[in-house]
């Protein structure tokens, strides 16, 4: 709980004596004077606009406020000097608006309704319930994410960056992030996915802006899930939420969020367990230590697993099965297309069966998989038929594609981290595995992100 300064007390006894003068003309004049009900936020924002901006409807209310205490006794003057008199009502309320709305919404307003000189509380019961209020838990501002399609049995992990956590939400929780009226949320389903992505900090400044650039913190948790294992992970969608919870009340208006929810509903949830929970730190974690690394466009292996990355992670976003399609052969080329043009269908498809298969068996799946994929792609872009549609390519077919372009760019990323920069040697080596057992098997023990990863941890 923060302790207010000594300059809160005058201060907000101030304003609360002017309102106070407001209440007891109002019962006095039977109703015909300035009704005191949000009367002093509505006066902050009439009087601070010029007459020429106003608009003439407002001209009635103006003159009942220009003849209240309101304005003679310098209402806007009074809220500024309690909201400079303290640093946690700066960063909660920011505005004189604000600050005025906040002792409105708190009490003020509550007290006017129905309001005798009888029932009117004293001066320093209505600050001292304004005061409990006003400073009832610290300021925190928090940032929410909706990872898209992701199922967690977990309640809360914490992640490593400063602030956050993974935690699992209910439609309710999302009505009340997004200013819904409702008890459930109408733009939310749970069916789209129940984990959020939560940033916290307590510092100032404009809140949406905050937000946009939290989001690109929140997209590198959401990238790392994408390379986890499979399943479709999007970013769609964020919310604001503050404490002490009044200032959800002055802060957020209406409906409330940042991006677009998805609705649509993907055939297979990215479950979310234990299982998962040490990979994810352990991946988050080497991913954020070694960014300048990983950012390397001067190796031609990292050149070609970004562009591979990207579009591979664009399919995740895709909604039509067609384009999800697109984005994978195309990744699939620039992971494995020959420099000089010749028969990239094959060689595509050999270079990927041996970068993916332990054996014989597994290294013909992923050849006659990878083959059908490109078939697919090239009658999509010359115009025929949907191969979803003849038949030729499943959505089940989609998703195994998608599994190994997510290990292939896993693979070949490790081999950059180890060092090995040019992409044709790269290249070169899955060619000549093909040749010998002896060579297929350093290049799979090389390129293994797990392995990698624990020879980084050390000994445990």
Not at 81 to 98: E, I, K, N, P, V
Not at 176 to 187: A, C, D, I, Y
């Amino acid at each position: 709980m923060p302790t207010p300064s000594p300059d809160v007390l005058p201060a907000l006894r101030q304003v609360v004596e002017i309102w106070k003068d407001v209440v007891e003309r109002f019962v006095q004049a039977d109703g015909r004077t300035l009704d005191p009900e949000s009367a002093m936020s509505v006066a902050v924002t009439l009087l601070d606009q010029q007459q020429q901006q106003r608009s003439s409807e407002y001209d009635e209310l103006v003159a009942e406020i220009e003849a209240s205490p309101l304005a003679a006794r310098d209402i806007r003057t009074a809220l500024a000097r309690l909201l400079q008199s303290d640093s946690h009502l700066q960063l909660t309320c920011g505005t004189t608006w604000r600050m005025a709305s906040a002792l409105e919404k708190l009490r003020l307003d509550s007290l006017s309704r129905n309001v005798t000189l009888s029932t009117l509380p004293n001066t320093d019961d209505i600050v001292t319930e304004l005061m409990a209020r006003l400073f009832e838990t610290d300021y925190r501002r928090c940032a929410f994410f909706h990872v898209y399609n992701v199922a967690m049995s977990e309640k809360e992990i914490v992640l490593p960056m400063p602030e956050a956590h993974l935690l699992r939400l209910t439609e309710a929780d999302a009505a009340q992030l997004v200013n819904e009226p409702t008890q459930s949320s109408r733009l939310h389903r749970e069916s789209t996915g129940n984990a959020f992505i939560r940033i916290v900090d307590s510092g100032a400044g404009d809140d949406w802006v905050w937000l946009t650039e939290r989001w690109k913190d929140a997209y590198n948790v959401v990238r790392i899930l994408r390379f986890l294992k499979s399943g479709t992970v999007d970013l769609d969608w964020a919310g604001l939420h503050f404490f002490p919870s009044w200032v959800n009340e002055v802060r957020k208006y209406g409906i409330s969020l940042l991006g677009r929810p998805r609705w649509d509903v993907q055939a297979q949830r990215f479950d979310f367990g234990v299982a998962e929970h040490e990979r994810l730190i352990r991946y988050l974690t080497f991913y954020l230590g070694h960014l300048d690394e990983i950012d390397d466009t001067r190796s031609h292996v990292r050149k070609a697993t970004m562009i591979a990355g990207n579009y591979f992670e664009s399919h995740h976003a895709r909604t039509s099965i067609e384009d999800k399609l697109i984005d994978l052969v195309i990744s699939l080329e620039a992971l494995f297309s020959p420099a000089r043009e010749g028969e990239f269908r094959f060689r595509i498809s050999l270079r990927g069966a041996l970068l993916l298969g332990n054996d014989a068996d597994s290294r013909r799946r992923v050849f006659q998989l990878m083959k059908r994929a490109y078939d697919a792609r090239s009658s999509l872009v010359h115009g025929d038929e949907s191969p979803f549609e003849t038949g030729r390519f499943s959505e089940q077919d989609l998703a195994a594609l998608a599994s190994e372009v997510r290990v292939a760019i896993l693979r070949l990323l490790t081999l950059h981290m180890r060092g090995y920069r040019n992409r044709d040697d790269a290249l070169a080596w899955i060619d000549d595995a093909a040749f010998s057992a002896e060579r297929h098997r350093q290049f799979l023990d090389e390129s293994d992100f797990e392995k990698y990863l624990a020879e980084q941890d050390g000994p445990r």
